[in-house]
């Protein structure tokens, strides 16, 4: 089967970094996705990654390697804002979007 | 940017009625369009993908009958519960993704409904 994994929760300190780490297991890969989703809201965009390697979009960075299954997304000078959860989500043979159940990112003061 | 406008934000209903919640593509004509539900703490769930002009596709396990979708036109699509019952209290999201980006865009998803049934 298809399968996605992500921790559950995580906890960090304000201005510190954070990487949220996704295995996953698909039939085919034609991309990974990061989205940030708050409480009680519809996910937003962060990164896409298809090639291996690091994508690096402003405090926001993902990282991505096919051979391993892997990617992560690294979040520097955390703000309080970004407390959220965030979904990893692999498009697979099909080009259908497998999703992951998310990690919980508590950021404290 | 490419923009999903998604309504109602929040419902709440009373068993055995039904609830139409509409997902229009606001500045891109969408050819399909995705209906997602998610339970709280959990992943989206998929539940069906909306065809313009043709019949939706369902996962497993989701009833057709129960949940209606129509994708009359290139900008709309609605998903409609019918006789809801409490176990459908869900959040409801829908997407789509810009044809005109390409395959590799990312989805565009509406800000959800929060469907209460009592």
């Known amino acids: 089967g298809q399968n996605i994994d992500q921790p559950t929760e995580m906890t960090a300190t304000e201005g510190a970094i954070v990487q949220i780490n996704c295995t996953y297991q698909?039939?085919?890969?034609?991309?990974l996705f990061w989205y940030q989703q708050h409480a009680g809201e519809a996910p937003t965009f962060l990164s896409y990654?298809?090639l291996d390697g690091l994508e690096e979009k402003g405090r926001f960075s993902s990282f991505l390697s096919r051979s391993k299954g892997y990617s992560y997304l690294l979040l520097k000078e955390l703000q309080m804002k970004d407390s959220a959860s965030y979904l990893c989500a692999v498009r697979d043979s099909n080009y259908q979007l497998i999703w992951g159940a998310g990690t919980k990112l508590i950021i404290k003061p | 940017g490419a923009v999903v406008s998604q309504h109602p934000s929040r419902v709440i209903c009373k068993s055995g009625t039904s609830v139409k919640i509409e997902c229009r593509s606001l500045d891109f004509q969408a050819t399909t369009m995705f209906w997602y539900r998610q339970f709280p703490k959990q992943s989206l769930m998929l539940m069906a993908t909306?065809?313009?002009?043709?019949?939706?596709?369902?996962e497993q396990g989701v009833e057709k009958d129960k949940f209606l979708i129509n994708h009359a036109s290139l900008t709309l699509s609605t998903l409609t519960v019918t006789s809801a019952h409490p176990e459908d209290s869900s959040f409801y999201i829908c997407s789509a993704r810009d044809p005109l980006t390409g395959e590799n865009s990312p989805l565009h998803f509406g800000n959800g409904t929060r469907l209460t049934v009592t």
């Open positions: 909306s065809n313009e002009g043709s019949k939706a596709t369902y």
């Open positions: 698909t039939s085919g890969f034609n991309g």
């Open positions: 990654n298809v």
